[in-house]
């Protein structure tokens, strides 16, 4: 049985269907600088991606890592490796050395795509992973060697054309999801193409959006629900959303829902938390009047 390959769901099929230059999501920066990203964009740079794994050799079910702190570049890269029916592994920014090297030796990844703050820990694992040979580097000027190759230096050349068959195995899998580590060994769990359904229907039922609403999940796409209910759903769904690259703090938090006029938004109960110790002083400085749920996951 067959099922819609996740990345023409969410990047290409707007394209198809007429879509192609509305907005995908604003991303914020931690300066507060913004850029509207459409699904042209993100289609077309994609492409790009795509066609630089096949380049090295990427087939369908090979694992492919992202190792990137939250940015637009982890879409791209996550669709680019979809659109080759391979599968995704986003990792998070954070991790230790220890961390990257378990996740890299159970996934098998063959090529990895990090930034130069963070290539420093993959180096260190680097003579022990047989099985990765490329590393891309997402702000390296040049290549630094013949596995550690400098992407914006193959993007120059990639084609924004990228030929992939729509339809995929509803088995095939699209995305790996490792558990903390908390109680033993991170456990990989493999999610194929066919789960959109699931994910589509949850996140309908769960939110409800309407063409007005405006929403924001705060969470990395390293973690299940920044991947489904910060991507993958939103992007499905084509909703009016937006994404923040920075830490937490508390006035920059208010200040975007506040000038976004941002209805519905999905955080952490950390961060609900950390917002209900502030002095309520702070709070009297924003007005939210669009703000009308705010949903939270992770704890009860």
Aim: charged fraction near 20%.
């Amino acid at each position: 049985m067959e099922t819609r390959n996740l990345a023409h769901i969410c990047v290409s099929e707007p394209c198809e269907f007429g879509d192609g230059e509305k907005k995908a999501f604003t991303w914020i920066s931690n300066d507060l600088s913004q850029e509207d990203f459409s699904y042209s964009d993100l289609d077309k740079r994609s492409n790009k991606i795509a066609n630089i794994l096949k380049k090295y050799d990427i087939v369908k079910r090979d694992i492919v890592s992202i190792f990137l702190p939250k940015s637009p570049e982890v879409a791209i890269s996550f669709f680019a490796i979809l659109k080759n029916e391979a599968t995704a592994c986003i990792l998070f920014s954070t991790f230790g050395e220890n961390a990257v090297y378990d996740r890299l030796s159970d996934s098998k990844s063959k090529i990895i795509i990090t930034k130069k703050s963070l290539l420093k820990k993959v180096l260190k694992v680097q003579s022990n992973l047989p099985d990765l040979k490329i590393i891309l580097v997402t702000d390296l000027e040049e290549h630094q060697d013949k596995n550690v190759l400098s992407l914006p230096t193959l993007l120059k050349d990639a084609s924004g054309t990228f030929q992939f068959s729509s339809m995929v195995d509803a088995e095939l899998p699209a995305f790996i999801q490792y558990t903390s580590g908390s109680t033993g060994k991170p456990k990989g769990a493999v999610h194929v193409h066919s789960a959109y359904t699931a994910m589509n229907n949850s996140f309908q039922e769960v939110f409800n959006l309407q063409d007005n609403d405006i929403y924001w999940c705060t969470a990395d796409p390293a973690w299940i629900t920044g991947l489904v209910y910060g991507l993958i759903a939103p992007l499905g769904t084509r909703i009016d959303q937006i994404h923040f690259g920075g830490n937490f703090n508390s006035a920059k938090w208010l200040g975007i829902l506040q000038d976004e006029k941002v209805s519905v938004w999905y955080t952490a109960p950390t961060a609900l938390r950390m917002l209900m110790q502030e002095d309520s002083a702070l709070f009297t400085e924003f007005d939210c009047p669009y703000l009308s749920r705010i949903y939270s996951v992770g704890e009860p």
